[in-house]
């Protein structure tokens, strides 16, 4: 098993910035990539951002590109997102999760996940 806690979340104003942090803790060694995901009030989960854990390769959607930017700190377990010039449409609830085998856009790819930070952004 492999636990996730995410931290970071709270209230700003357009064009603020944020980081976003995931410690991971148990079995890490099997996690393969590690992703943030997000969940607006009635809108379906999406993809954010992922990144291969042992060589750091990362993948944006196309919402987040060039504001977001995904990290991790192997020596700590941690999976970071620092989102810059955020905008109201990004208020959601982010969650980050790790997968065994993938660090791919869908969220059936990743085997755990945390409870969630959230992230309101006023405009």
């Known amino acids: 098993q492999v636990q996730l806690v995410e931290t970071g979340g709270g209230l700003v104003q357009a064009g603020d910035s944020l980081r976003l942090s995931c410690v991971t803790s148990?079995?890490?060694?099997?996690?393969?990539?590690m992703g943030w995901f997000r969940q607006a009030p009635g809108k379906e989960r999406e993809f954010v951002a992922a990144?291969?854990?042992?060589?750091?390769?990362?993948h944006y959607a196309d919402s987040v590109k060039g504001r977001f930017t995904i990290s991790r700190d192997n020596a700590n377990d941690t999976m970071y997102l620092q989102m810059n010039s955020l905008k109201p449409e990004d208020t959601a609830v982010y969650y980050c999760?790790?997968?065994?085998?993938?660090?791919?856009?869908?969220?059936?790819?990743?085997?755990?996940w945390g409870h969630g930070t959230q992230v309101t952004v006023s405009s």
């Open positions: 990144i291969m854990w042992s060589i750091g390769r990362t």
């Open positions: 999760a790790a997968g065994t085998s993938s660090y791919g856009t869908e969220g059936s790819e990743y085997d755990y």
């Open positions: 148990g079995r890490t060694f099997s996690v393969f990539g």
